[in-house]
């Protein structure tokens, strides 16, 4: 029977790989519809409207507490990590802002196939369970990207919890993992890595003031259908780029395109009230200040890095020892 060692990755969590952990692209190209709204290619501005209530936010985060490398006397290089995910959301209901649904797990995350039994951590007095997932992949970042589908399956499954009760939920992030596709949730994607839209159309996302929004155009593609639009919600500086206050909004096809009209002009009503300032977070006014906090919120439950860092070696310092 094959003996295996979990042995650490000396350097520190924060030396990430330089890979860029986000969602993954879709597969090939996908087609894209920018009749579906039935009106002419210019700025769409909703009516002025009372906020419906309630609305929620949701978003998870994410942290390596330390590498490692798993030695099964196989000859391999097995890649694996101790991570941790906090996923939750902020409800926002009659001018109040509370934390709801905060969750914490942590992870024991494995590549090339490799399965490991629980492990458990002692830090101070509390006992920190971490849960094994394995990931097919080999490769060096298969274990960080390991860990991020499991924070962002948690926030699937907090955003799906919440949508019976909510107006809208606002997912911090595009909606891949959402198997409920009638869901009123809404993915909102900071980072525009891909315009979708010819040259032409992508033009008048730039001619966008705040408040308003593209008309809303289908994507259709190998992964999952949806509706999408930008929307404005911050000026630039004189220095930014033109689409800098820019966000790409998505609603799953699944709600029928009536509902994503609906929702697109709620999201350019209510969510510009929400954009956030320089001074608070460099990330604005893209990362919108319920999000934000909530961030904020949730690293402060992932608990003492370096704590849990000298847990993790001392407990594998132990194995090497037996």
Known sequence: ?????????????????????????????????????????????????????????????????????????????????????????????????????IRVIRYLVTGSGIS????????????????????????????????????RTEETAVAELLSPESVCVFADGPLTFFTGSNLPTVGIIKRLFKPYLASAKFALVSQLTIGQRTPVFAITDSKYDRYSWYLRVGTPRVMDHEVAGVLRLEVRSGVGLERALELADLSASCIPAFAGNSFRDPRSPQNLLPVGSLEQELRHRLGDAMAIRRAIELKLFNMSAQ
């Open 116 to 151: 490991l039994d629980t492990e458990s951590l002692t830090v101070g007095n509390t006992e920190l369970i971490f849960v094994p997932y394995s990931v097919a992949d080999a490769a060096p970042p298969a274990p960080l990207l390991g860990l991020q589908y499991c924070m």
């Open 1 to 101: 029977m094959k003996q295996t060692r979990l042995l650490l990755d000396p350097w520190p969590a924060e030396y990430e790989s330089p890979f860029q952990i986000d969602e993954l692209d879709e597969e090939g190209e996908p087609n894209i519809n920018t009749t579906v709204e039935g009106i002419s290619w210019q700025p769409v501005k909703p009516r002025d409207r009372v906020r419906p209530e309630p609305i929620h936010f949701v978003d998870g985060v994410r942290r390596v507490e330390a590498r490692i490398i798993v030695d099964d006397d196989s000859g391999r290089i097995i890649r694996g990590l101790f991570g941790s995910a906090a996923v939750g959301a902020v409800r926002v209901d009659h001018n109040q802002a509370t934390f709801e649904q």
